[in-house]
């Protein structure tokens, strides 16, 4: 008997078993199928979370904002210090690794009236010059603020895409008036100079990103709020910049400028929400192995009683087998491939049913979660070679003792055996 036909023996056995084949490769796929489709959802999610921090400037930022209020010996008292431009240039200059610093006012829900006399509530933005190139967020048409325009105030706006449609519809805004209607104080009027490229929603707020309109920071707090004061430094750092250290050192910088004082400031890291996200990503994965891994472990104990079957239901076979020649190794093979079929069939299988299944709950998580248009599934190369190599050391792992005990059988007592 050639170790072929060992191999083709135990093949067909599972052929002309197809059922109890089937329910067999069932649990295997099921546990690297749901695996699979997690995984993939996840790093989806990962996938959106990075794109989501690339369309606000990238993961190499940090951004300091006011802390109005502190908590001092059990009793809330009110800060007194805020920014100004001079901290946002001394953090250029005197900060290492630091490309530059983008300073920003804002005010949600304004109320904005084109010249046809639409209407439309969005955020406005005091920002500079640089704040476009740092937040890479190109201009469809038109320009964006300018050096000049900060210099002299000037009353001049750049739409996001989604205000643009709001307030002018199909018309081209460029050269429009708008007016800005800041609560009880009187409209300022604006002269439309741009109109910004689409950006979807961010995932922090739910908020779009083209409903914004951008006006210059002098422009701002002249105009509309009144204080000359800076609500937020947003700080862009050199890649693989020690984070914690550029922060310590913009932070000295800032006390120093405000008479020793920082309680005030507050800050927040893109790189401390990728980290949290990677830390839970790790947990969910773990969490889910374990699981599929229990599954899975089920599954082959039931791949082993079904090789033991086999094994009872052959015995007079393997003694004919033996009696004629066949080796214990040719034994050992043809009930060995039978385990490892089953399990490398139930994890192609899963990796085949995980692919699609993963798909089917990301549209499921775009109508759930109606924040992004599309949920990307990231299948990873690496999970998919893991579940084959892990399906061929279960079917080996399970297998073994099975094939085992047939190639260890006496031919005369499998001959004299009733099955």
């Not at 060992?6 to 059922?19: E, F, K």
């Not at 038109?142 to 325009?149: K, W």
């Not at 507050?266 to 401390?272: I, L, N, P, S």
């Not at 020649?325 to 039978?338: D, P, S, V, Y």
Request: glycine share 10%; charged share 20%; net charge positive.
């Amino acid at each position: 008997m050639k170790l072929r036909d060992a191999i083709t023996s135990g093949v067909n056995h599972i052929i002309q078993n197809r059922l109890r084949a089937g329910l067999s490769i069932l649990g295997i796929l099921i546990g690297i199928a749901s695996v699979l489709c997690m995984i993939a959802i996840g790093d989806g999610a990962n996938q959106l979370i990075a794109d989501d921090l690339q369309r606000m400037g990238g993961p190499n930022q940090f951004q300091f904002t006011i802390r109005y209020r502190i908590n001092r010996y059990g009793r809330w008292l009110w800060t007194k210090e805020r920014y100004n431009l001079g901290d946002a240039l001394a953090i250029e200059e005197q900060c290492p690794k630091v490309l530059f610093v983008l300073p920003k006012n804002e005010r949600w829900n304004l109320l904005f009236i084109s010249s046809h006399g639409r209407e439309a509530r969005s955020i406005l933005e005091g920002v500079t010059e640089q704040y476009a190139d740092g937040m890479q967020w190109k201009v469809h048409s038109g320009r964006f603020i300018s050096e000049n325009d900060i210099a002299t105030a000037t009353q001049v706006c750049v739409l996001g895409a989604q205000v643009a449609i709001d307030l002018f519809g199909e018309d081209p805004p460029l050269g429009q008036e708008i007016k800005i209607r800041y609560y009880w104080r009187n409209a300022v009027r604006c002269r439309v100079i741009g109109v910004m490229a689409p950006r979807g929603r961010t995932l922090r707020t739910g908020w779009s990103l083209d409903d914004v309109v951008c006006i210059p920071l002098t422009t701002y707090q002249q105009r509309i709020s009144g204080d000359d004061y800076i609500e937020r430094l947003t700080v862009f750092t050199e890649g693989g910049a020690n984070m914690a250290r550029v922060i310590e050192t913009a932070r000295n910088i800032i006390r120093k400028r405000h008479r020793n004082t920082d309680d005030f400031i507050y800050h927040w890291t893109a790189v401390a929400t990728v980290k949290r996200m990677e830390h839970i990503e790790k947990v969910i994965k773990i969490a889910l192995g374990s699981i599929a891994g229990f599954s899975l472990f089920v599954s082959g104990i039931s791949i082993m009683n079904i090789c033991l079957v086999s094994v009872g239901e052959k015995t007079r076979e393997i003694g004919l087998r033996k009696s004629v020649g066949a080796k214990r190794i040719h034994i050992f093979w043809q009930f060995l491939t039978e385990s490892v079929c089953l399990c490398l069939c139930g994890g192609l299988l899963g990796i085949g049913f995980g692919y699609f299944a993963a798909y089917g709950m990301a549209l499921l998580a775009v109508k759930i979660v109606p924040i992004v248009p599309k949920w990307p599934v990231v299948v990873s190369i690496s999970w998919m070679l893991g579940s084959v190599f892990f399906s061929l050391v279960m079917g080996v792992g399970f297998g073994l003792y099975p094939a085992m005990r047939a190639a260890r059988l006496s031919p005369i007592d499998a001959l004299r055996a009733d099955t």
